[in-house]
């Protein structure tokens, strides 16, 4: 079963707007990472944030993370074209012994 | 640095044969771990190896196992083949172990189990 649950599933944006996709999780965790997926390719990593962390940014990128809701949202600033993928987040569980995904959320940015 | 590479790249295999696959790590990772990619599923976590010992596993049955070598690279095997075992096998390494590092994923191999 899955750690993640995303939302929305799905999202279509006009280059230039943001795209925010949410996440959340069940149980206790170290920390919170996110991964970009182009078609059906490997993942690339775009940000970690820990447990202990509330925001973190990467560029165009700003991470947010709530653990009494257990719920992180990831923004991406002036979207361009290139950032059509698939996004998923990823949590370790607290024995930090396994990462796990969600259902990832599929952006397209139309040009 | 050469990034995580992954062979073959696409297979095709009938139900009940078995299949290896590949894995070589980014140069002085330790850690490879294995994910299997479905439409139905998502991304499922199957076994993580460091320094040639399988340390975690995930919910899979026997049918899939692994091993790495001195040199890191990795193999997974998955015997008896069924028809959901078709899916994209993607393998990520890391440096120091545990899912603290950041995992660097290959680019997968996509089984098709006809």
């Known amino acids: 079963s899955q750690q993640g649950e995303e939302d929305p599933q799905a999202l279509s944006i006009q280059e230039g707007e943001n795209a925010t996709m949410n996440c959340s999780y069940k149980?206790?965790?170290?920390?919170l990472q996110w991964y970009r997926q182009n078609s059906g390719r490997g993942l690339v990593h775009l940000i970690l944030i820990r447990s202990n962390e509330r925001e973190k940014h990467s560029g165009r990128l700003r991470v947010t993370l709530d653990t009494s809701k257990k719920s992180s949202s990831l923004l991406i600033t002036a979207s361009r074209a290139a950032d059509t993928a698939s996004y998923f987040c990823?949590?370790?569980?607290?024995?930090?012994?396994?990462?796990?995904f969600g259902g990832g959320t599929r952006l397209m940015v139309k040009p | 640095k050469a990034g995580v590479t992954q062979t073959p790249r696409y297979l095709i295999k009938t139900r009940g044969q078995q299949v290896t696959l590949s894995c070589s790590p980014i140069s002085g990772h330790r850690s490879v771990s294995w994910y299997q990619q479905t439409p139905g599923q998502g991304l499922q976590f199957l076994f993580e190896y460091f320094s040639e010992t399988q340390r975690n596993k995930g919910n899979f049955p026997g049918r899939f196992s692994g091993r790495q070598f001195s040199n890191s690279r990795s193999e997974m095997n998955v015997s008896t083949l069924e028809l959901g075992d078709s899916a994209l096998y993607l393998c990520?390494?890391?440096f120091g172990g545990g899912f603290t590092d950041t995992q660097y994923f290959g680019p997968g191999t996509r089984l098709t189990v006809l």
């Open positions: 149980t206790s965790i170290n920390n």
């Open positions: 990520a390494s890391s």
């Open positions: 990823a949590t370790d569980t607290d024995a930090g012994n396994m990462l796990t």
